[in-house]
């Protein structure tokens, strides 16, 4: 978790797509939303995200081989307050192992 979100990032996750499309729905908590091939929008308040995700080649490290999912996350119409209230429940939901 940060401790602010910009407007547009982008991020490489540690899963495939289908896990990120198992976890999406709940990751997006109350906010109403559509998919649409590797995209997303989602209604936040007054404003939206935009989703955008592509599979890249597996991280390779020694004998591991972990997926990859690049994702371009775009806020439209939120404030930064909105923002962060957003990716602090999306991050802690998608977060995974660890401690």
């Keep these: 978790m940060q401790s602010s979100y910009a407007e547009q990032f982008q991020r490489d996750m540690g899963c495939t797509e289908a896990e990120w499309l198992g976890w999406l729905p709940a990751a997006m908590g109350d906010s109403a939303w559509q998919r649409s091939q590797a995209t997303a929008e989602a209604t936040i308040g007054a404003g939206k995200l935009s989703l955008r995700w ?46």
């Design 54 to 99: 592509q599979v890249m080649p597996p991280r390779v490290i020694a004998l591991m081989r972990m997926p990859v999912l690049r994702v371009n996350f775009a806020f439209q119409g939120l404030e930064a307050d909105a923002r962060y209230t957003f990716m602090k429940r999306f991050d802690l939901y998608m977060q995974r192992g660890g401690g």
